[in-house]
């Protein structure tokens, strides 16, 4: 199973910052998810809110800041402690630093259509100058922005957010044409993940911060979780892949359910 970080690292270090990106990506993470929005210039940035006020000491919509602006403010407000000041990074600034990344969700939020129409047509120049298709899928919650996208180069993968049970993710992400179904962990089912499977989606759930929830979720068949905590998450089944070879067959259930209810910290 496909361990994301979410927004970075967002339980171990500021989210959606450089240094958070960095953290987890010297842990050994490859896989991340994370959120963007457009600047006032122009600039696709991460960051998860459509206003900087929970995460920096400033308050106001992100459109009303430039890219520039947004990078030396301190996003460090309601994460775990940090050190030293990190602002709002660029798409192209994350890239950077995490080179050797496997694979991106990268999740745009609803917002007006015009800004939405810019942000779609920076992310296609984006991946096609990168040739990222098949390191990044584009996901949303937001069905006209992944027609868009769709419209703009079948090449791109896209992906549904889905938190609600109704109308069926299955039947949106089908009509969508989507590659990827990212859903509220608490909707996961056999019947959904197999219904997905059949229609060649890769299932990712989020946001999953309990090892007894990933080994649920794992059993029930899904592809990917995204986590808060993907350094702890990664060494878990690092150490579990390492130690099955030397584990008699005959090895009896209870340590694997004791192993079941150890859990990451809260998030």
Known sequence: MIIYGHRGAKGEAPENTLAGFDHAYRHGIRHFEFDLVLASDGVPVIIHDLTVDRTTGHSGNVASFTAGE??????????????????????EEVLAIIPDFEHLQLEVKSDNRHRLNILCNRLTEIIQRRDLFQRVAI??????????????NRKIRIGLVAERRFPRPTSTAARLECDYLCLNWKLC???????????????????????????MLEELGVDSIITDFPTSTRMYFDNRAAAVPQLPRSTPGPEGEALGQRSLPAG
């Open 139 to 152: 996901t949303s919650s937001d069905t006209w922005f992944l027609q868009e996208t769709r419209r703009r």
């Open 70 to 91: 947004l990078a030396v403010m301190d996003a460090r407000r309601n994460t775990p402690p940090w050190s030293k000041a990190t602002g709002v990074p660029t798409l």
């Open 189 to 215: 089912t056999r019947e959904l993940v197999e219904e997905a499977h059949r229609r060649d989606m890769h299932v990712s759930t989020w946001t999953v911060n309990r090892i007894h929830d990933m080994l």
